[in-house]
C-alpha cells in the first residue's frame, strides 16, 4: 500500500507558476513509476505527466509541454510537478497517482496506477 500526498495548488494569475508536490509513504517509492492526472469540472480525468522510476524517462500531455516539468527525487520520496505559464485552461483538480512496476517506462495510462492521491485544486485566473 502507498499513500499520497498532494500539496502546493492555489490559485493564481495566468502567466504564473506554481509547484505541486506529491509525498509517498508506505513502501519502496522508487519502486513506482509516477503519474500526475488532473480533472476539471464536468469532464474527464486526463493525462498531464508521467515519469520512470528512475526518473530517466518522462511523458506530458501536448497541451503542458515546454511549460510543464516533472522531477522526482527518491530519497524524499516526493514527486513533482512544476507548471510555468499557466492558463485558465489548466484549471483542474491535479491528481498525483503511483504505478508498481519493474519496467523502466512512464505511463499515461490512468487505468494502469495503482494508487492515487485525494488531489489538489489548481485555479487560474485569466
Known amino acids: 500500500q502507498v499513500q499520497l500526498v498532494e500539496s502546493g495548488g492555489g490559485l493564481v494569475q495566468a502567466g504564473a507558476s506554481l509547484r505541486l508536490s506529491c509525498a509517498a509513504s508506505?513502501?519502496?517509492?522508487?519502486?513506482?513509476?509516477m503519474g500526475w492526472f488532473r480533472q476539471a469540472p464536468d469532464k474527464e480525468r486526463e493525462f498531464v505527466a508521467a515519469i520512470s522510476r528512475s526518473g530517466g524517462t518522462t511523458d506530458y500531455a501536448g497541451s503542458v509541454k515546454g511549460r510543464f516539468t516533472i522531477s522526482r527525487d527518491n530519497a524524499k520520496n516526493t514527486v513533482y510537478l512544476q507548471m510555468n505559464s499557466l492558463k485558465s485552461e489548466d484549471t483542474a483538480v491535479y491528481y498525483c497517482?503511483?504505478?508498481?512496476?519493474?519496467?523502466?517506462?512512464?505511463?499515461?495510462?490512468?487505468?494502469?496506477?495503482?494508487?492515487w492521491g485525494q488531489g489538489t485544486q489548481v485555479t487560474v485566473s485569466s
Open positions: 508506505g513502501r519502496t517509492f522508487s519502486n513506482y513509476a
Open positions: 497517482a503511483a504505478r508498481q512496476t519493474y519496467g523502466l517506462g512512464a505511463t499515461n495510462n490512468l487505468y494502469l496506477y495503482n494508487y
